[in-house]
């Protein structure tokens, strides 16, 4: 059993900054990469960003590159999403994901996208008001 809880999520206005954190717990964290997903009403969860195990290899969406930075705390079972220049359009609900599948990389997960993951998960609200 793999639980994931995320917090950080709030309201911003454009421009600002957030930072996500998700605490891990259930399993050896350190084998497996982590990512973060996101999902607006009526459309399908989308991959943000993704680091692998060790958190030496990280992978971004197009539409996040050079705003959001994945990192990871292998100590602490903790993964971080600091995001910087927000948009509008980043608003949505943010889901922390891990892996199914030990030392999967961060490219990996985000070209197979959902289907790579094992464990969700409930999601923090991140809304960014223009």
């Known amino acids: 059993q793999v639980q994931l809880v995320e917090s950080g999520g709030g309201s911003v206005q454009a421009g600002g900054s957030l930072r996500l954190s998700c605490a891990a717990s259930?399993?050896?964290?350190?084998?497996?990469?982590m990512g973060w997903f996101r999902q607006v009403p009526g459309k399908e969860r989308e991959f943000v960003a993704a680091?692998?195990?060790?958190?030496?290899?990280?992978y971004y969406a197009d539409s996040v590159k050079g705003r959001f930075t994945i990192s990871r705390d292998n100590v602490n079972y903790m993964v971080f999403l600091q995001m910087n220049s927000l948009k509008s359009e980043d608003t949505a609900v943010y889901y922390c994901?891990?892996?199914?599948?030990?030392?999967?990389?961060?490219?990996?997960?985000?070209?197979?996208?959902?289907?790579?993951?094992?464990?969700w998960g409930q999601g923090t609200q991140v809304t960014v008001s223009s």
């Open positions: 259930g399993r050896t964290f350190s084998n497996y990469a």
């Open positions: 994901a891990a892996t199914g599948t030990p030392l999967t990389t961060a490219q990996a997960m985000g070209v197979m996208s959902q289907g790579s993951v094992g464990w």
């Open positions: 680091v692998n195990w060790s958190g030496g290899s990280t």
